[in-house]
């Protein structure tokens, strides 16, 4: 099975950068929507992760013709019955931002004491084929919710989202061990291995 070209159905730029730089060892060419003049805005409105990757790989597989690459991926809090969940990107509204989220996630948070505030990140990652044949993987990575927002770097949650065996958020850790341990990143690899089967094996 030949794959040439892989488009990423997502417009969120640090998401891109991170998909790229973790299938760089993978010889074959991925490109943004923008880098593809793909314009796709797909709404994620399914019942899971798995449903809303499917989704959003579809409509870009059938707007190009080409091997489309889509995750869903969220923020799983057990105090909140496992909110945001599906809405982690609108969980403040429609309109919401990074920020309007995570600001909303720490006040219905604050009276939660430490050993409660257990939370993971999850990621479904979906890699679909013009003819409908599809090569799926999963990543998960566990940790808790802070009280407040601590480091400058990541997007998302990242700023509140600890890690205890390094003692810090998403937001402070070096994209290089980020890009090892986050659910995206072990749904990647997951995915480059199978690549790279495909295209070396």
């Known amino acids: 099975m030949k794959i040439d070209t892989i488009i990423i159905a997502s417009n969120n730029q640090g998401k891109i950068k991170e998909i790229k730089d973790i299938l760089a060892p993978v010889n074959i060419q991925i490109l943004s929507l923008k880098e593809a003049n ?28 080409k091997w489309a690459l889509a995750d869903d991926s969220g923020l799983v809090v057990e105090a909140l019955g496992g909110q945001p969940g599906i809405f982690s990107a609108r969980f403040a509204g429609e309109d919401a931002d990074d920020e309007k989220n995570r600001k909303k996630l720490l006040n219905m948070m604050r009276d939660i004491p430490p050993e409660q505030r257990k939370a993971y990140f999850y990621c479904y990652i979906v890699l679909l084929a013009p003819d409908g044949y599809m090569i799926t993987s999963e990543g998960r990575c566990d940790g808790y919710i ?15 989202f600890w890690i205890p065996e390094y003692k810090k958020t998403f937001a402070q850790l070096d994209a290089s061990i980020k890009n090892t341990i986050s659910h995206r990143a072990r749904a990647l690899k997951a995915l480059k291995d199978k690549l790279l089967y495909y295209t070396e094996g």
């Open 38 to 65: 793909i314009s796709s805005h797909v709404e994620e409105d399914m019942g899971s992760f798995k449903e809303n990757a499917i989704k959003k790989a579809k409509a870009v597989c059938d707007l190009s013709g």
């Open 146 to 160: 802070t009280y407040e927002e601590m480091g400058d770097n990541g997007f998302g949650y990242d700023p509140i």
